[in-house]
């Protein structure tokens, strides 16, 4: 289908000398935005690491825009991933010694993307932290820093956006505050949301989810 997203069949992953993992099939639109909601140690976040390709299943396959994701390797992969999917961790995982502008030109070039100031500008302003263009990392807040881990995940207008427990340590007012933030931001720059999450306060707001 020409607007799936996401889909999943079959997927399993077996840990070394461990359990193995066997996961729901998985199918996504555009502007479906879903959910994985599961307790602790269920597997959402290597659930999210073999539908990113950042891991390799022992079975099943993913597309990812209509693309087979493990036909790729390398460098290949590697473009396409930063080119058709964004990732927030539940840390920010900026590299310390870049300012919050080259952070972000750095995902831009991964994708093999011209550097577009101009749009990191925008995007910066719209996130409210066009004052902090320039400055490194440890000078931010935690919130700032996550505010620019998602500048960074959507710079690129990625088909899907990942997002790892984004609400798991927060109260419920800056629950809905992220949550909106996310949804806007998704909606802004034509990217599909896909949250992997315990937090069982935002199942409500998503008419599509998957449990583990």
């Known amino acids: 289908m020409a607007d799936t997203v996401l889909s999943s069949v079959r997927l399993s992953y077996q840990y070394p000398q461990g359990v193995k993992l066997d996961f729901p099939d998985i199918h996504i639109v555009k502007n479906q935005h ?16 073999l539908l990113s390709g950042l891991s390799r299943p022992t079975t099943g396959e993913v597309h990812l825009m209509n693309q087979s ?13 930063a ?42 302003d719209y996130l409210q932290l066009k004052d902090k263009a320039h400055v490194l990392p440890s000078q931010l807040s935690r919130g700032q820093k996550q505010r620019v881990a998602i500048a960074r995940a959507v710079i690129n207008r990625p088909g899907l ?3 790892d427990e984004p609400t798991a340590s927060l109260d419920d007012t800056n629950t809905d505050l992220v949550l909106q933030l996310l949804f806007n931001i998704a909606s802004n720059y034509g990217s599909t949301l896909l949250i992997a999450t315990h937090d069982k306060r935002i199942k409500d707001q998503f008419a599509n989810s998957y449990q583990l």
């Open 161 to 163: 956006l990942l997002a």
């Open 34 to 49: 879903s959910l994985l909601l599961g307790d602790s140690g269920t597997g959402k976040t290597t659930l999210l690491h």
């Open 83 to 124: 080119k058709n999917l964004g990732f927030i961790f539940q840390e920010a995982h900026l590299l310390r010694n870049l300012t919050v502008t080259e952070n972000i030109k750095l995902a831009q070039s991964l994708a093999k993307n011209p550097v577009d100031e101009q749009a990191i500008i925008e995007l910066l």
């Open 69 to 81: 994701l493990y036909t790729m390797r390398g460098t290949t992969l590697d473009a396409f991933r």
